[in-house]
């Protein structure tokens, strides 16, 4: 696909670029279907509303650690990489193994690293623009050369299976990329630099009790069950989604037409088309994988990015764009060469 438009300038030397993706499901598949046996529910309507008609179960035993753990190397092979060669994990997550120590740490100790930092990022399904942002500006102060950034949920553990209207929307899954400093082109069709070129993070606490977990250690001891405002959540993603898109846009001086590929948060497919349709993005440069995982949370876009790689639609040089909203509310975008 072609470059930026003629005449417009991206912003800086990106500080560092993806070299590598991977990612990890749990092989229990549950359909609509087989939910339909235990909420009153139908394929029709969970299809009608979301878009959603499989969704991936963690086994019993399997934790989100698992998960990442299985991403993260088959990132690291994909990149070409060992465990020796990563100096910083920063691994998005709202369904840790333990509330500490953090399950960036699990995943370090399980891939044999010894050197290097290892830490969470809690920004629920934001999680993985959150954690790719402080990766990418880690990177560019010198703190470290090579991440490894995770996106892992095990969302089945909090979710009450008595409620369809919560139920029926997530699953477990996880998603990795291996972020480098960059200082070079590094194969780009267009000639720029690969990498990531511009971010906006956001968030408004006012919202936070409209998608959110009822428990907690300081609150309740308890993990608790998630808990969802669905049609606030639904309108507010919406405006969310332009914002944060529109000011990457602005900060990179770029359109939506230059944009190769959209790659937004796998929440609900109804947000995903009016988003892309407000932006004016094409839905043929649409990522979608929400049919067969439904929301992974922090997971979902890494999942998406894994599959757009694997299967040649993202090509080296491609312009990419990443965005997500979230519990709390948070929200943000990312632009990448790829």
């Not at 930026?4 to 070299?19: L, N």
């Not at 092989?27 to 279907?33: C, D, G, I, Q, S």
């Not at 892992?152 to 990795?176: K, N, Q």
């Amino acid at each position: 696909m072609d470059g930026p438009s003629p005449g417009r300038r991206e912003v800086a030397r990106p500080a560092a670029c993806v070299v590598g993706v991977g990612s990890a499901l749990p092989e229990r598949v549950l359909t609509n279907l087989q939910l339909m046996e235990m909420v009153d529910t139908s394929d029709d309507w969970i299809v009608s509303r979301t878009g959603i008609r499989e969704r991936r179960i963690a086994a019993e035993g399997e934790f989100t650690s698992h998960l990442a753990e299985r991403a993260a190397r088959q990132a690291l092979d994909n990149a070409g990489l060992t465990p020796a060669d990563i100096d910083l994990i920063v691994l998005a997550t709202a369904t840790p193994d333990n509330t500490f120590p953090s399950t960036a740490v699990a995943v370090q100790e399980r891939l044999g690293m010894k050197t290097g930092a290892a830490f969470d990022v809690a920004a629920v399904c934001s999680g993985f623009v959150y954690a790719l942002t402080t990766a990418n500006a880690l990177i560019a102060t010198g703190t470290a050369r090579r991440a490894l950034v995770i996106g892992a949920e095990t969302f089945s553990r909090i979710l009450d299976w008595s409620d369809r209207t919560t139920c029926v929307l997530f699953g477990d899954g996880a998603g990795a990329v291996v972020l480098e400093a960059n200082g070079a082109t590094n194969g780009s069709a267009s000639g720029t630099p690969r990498g990531i070129i511009a971010s906006s993070l956001r968030s408004d606490g006012a919202h936070r009790d409209k998608l959110f977990v009822d428990g907690g250690p300081s609150s309740t001891r308890s993990v608790g069950h998630l808990r969802m405002r669905g049609q606030e959540v639904f309108r507010f993603a919406i405006g969310a989604t332009v914002d944060v898109v529109e000011d990457v846009m602005a900060k990179a001086g770029i359109t939506a037409q230059d944009i190769d590929w959209f790659v937004p948060h796998q929440a609900n497919k109804r947000i995903i088309d009016a988003s892309a349709r407000k932006l004016g993005i094409d839905e043929k440069k649409v990522v979608l994988t929400v049919e067969r995982h439904g929301n992974t949370s922090a997971a979902s876009i890494p999942l998406a990015l894994s599959q757009a790689s694997a299967d040649g639609r993202i090509k080296k040089g491609d312009l990419v764009l990443l965005e997500a909203m979230g519990g709390g509310f948070t929200w943000g975008a990312v632009l990448v060469r790829w």
